[in-house]
């Protein structure tokens, strides 16, 4: 009986898993590791879908219904763990104007990775639309880059925000 617990218990736990898939970025300085649930983007699908923005994410990763994307963006601006608290208070500053009524979760600086990175997580709902965002902004390589969680699918915002908050907490910066 303690055998077939044992063998119950250890499948159980097998197929809760979040399998994960490391990655790097930013010519190996950023280390990720994200759930093989989700897909890079092909370059053509990359420019396809976001080749309009001014400055393109270098990679994009999404689930099969495209209802969760990961982006990794880096901008030619510089930044440093002294510049994040001004990076911060801009961003923070912008993006509340941008979105006066989403509803914040986080919106903060934290040391993390010998370094400190700002913290956006908020939630818009209007009629027929709902998003969920998560975004870090940190400096690798004397750059800002921001690496961008976004759910679509309400149905399932508890489980992909798990997992992109499991994902965030895999950042590591050579």
Known sequence: MKILLALVLFFSISVFANEMTAHQFIDGKLNI???????????????????????PPQAAFSNKDHTVTFTVTQYPMQADKKSMRRIHNSLSKML???????????????????????????????????????????????????????????????????????????????
């Open 33 to 55: 590791n994200m759930p093989t649930e989700l897909d890079e983007m092909s370059d053509t699908i990359l420019k396809k879908r976001y080749g309009e923005q001014k400055l």
């Open 96 to 174: 509340r104007s941008a979105h006066p009524k989403a509803k914040w979760k986080k919106d903060k600086v934290y040391n993390n990775s010998n370094t400190r990175m700002a913290v956006f997580e908020y939630e818009i709902q209007s009629v027929g639309q709902y998003h969920y965002y998560i975004t870090y902004a940190l400096p690798v390589n004397n750059t800002l880059v921001m690496l961008s969680f976004l759910t679509t699918d309400k149905k399932y915002k508890t489980k992909w925000v798990k997992l992109a908050r499991e994902t965030f907490d895999t950042i590591t910066i050579q």
